[in-house]
Antibody
């Protein structure tokens, strides 16, 4: 059973960089047809796709966040990570790491981690 | 503002049927597979439908998906109180080169 677990600070100051890591267990990170990505959900609001990366490093990002986001995959550690720079209060959300098929659907989710942007 | 439009809420009595629409454009719904997710209060979203019409193992056949043109629909028959949740559609958008989600629909069982 594939398991994804997010880790990282729960509090980030405005203008700083949010960094999260997702550890993959119970299945391979090197796998064709699937991407490793991040999705967030502001409190009381809907889901927002942030971006995703194939294990080779080929990545795609939401146009609205593209200038601030980097997603990378470390196959040796079976982890992938998210970096979101110049954060503001609008970036406060539950951040989920996830695996999604190249045809689009998300079949595995982490438990989610709340990241609050505040001084 | 979501690229995919869903009604904010739908409701029906137990045992009845509800349908949730997801409206988009050719670059997303029109040209790609649709997925649907159920998010019970305080929980992680769960995949209900993939490849527009398929159900993962363990998802009852009360849940079904369809698509016509640039709109997709999730139908829930034999509505149960356990179905009270938020539901999201999702797909790839070729113009944005990104995955997109719908705005979400809250299902209430009367």
């Amino acid at each position: 059973q594939l398991q994804l677990q997010e880790s990282g600070p729960g509090l980030v100051k405005p203008s700083e960089t949010l960094s999260l890591t997702c550890t993959v267990s119970g299945g391979p990170i090197i796998i064709s047809d699937y991407y490793w990505g991040w999705i967030r959900q502001p409190p009381g609001k809907g889901l927002e796709y942030i971006g995703s990366s194939f294990y080779t490093g080929s990545a795609s990002y939401s146009p609205s966040l593209r200038s601030r986001v980097t997603i990378s995959v470390d196959t040796s550690k079976t982890q992938f990570s998210l970096r979101l720079s110049s954060v503001t209060a609008a970036d406060t959300a539950v951040y989920y790491c996830a695996r999604h098929h190249h045809h689009g659907w998300v079949d595995s989710w982490g438990q989610g981690t709340l990241v609050t942007v505040s001084s | 503002q979501s690229v995919l439009t869903q009604p904010p809420s739908v409701s029906a009595a137990p045992g009845q049927k509800v349908t949730i629409s997801c409206s988009g454009s050719r670059s997303n719904i029109g040209d790609n597979y649709i997925s649907w997710y159920q998010q019970l209060p305080g929980t992680v979203p769960k995949l209900l439908i993939y490849e527009t019409i398929k159900r993962p193992s363990g998802i009852p056949d009360r849940f079904s998906g369809s698509k016509s043109g640039t709109s997709a629909t999730l139908a829930i028959t034999g509505l149960q109180t356990a179905d009270e949740a938020d539901y999201y559609c999702g797909t790839w958008d070729g113009s944005l080169s990104a995955h997109v989600f719908g705005s979400g629909t809250k299902v209430t069982v009367l």
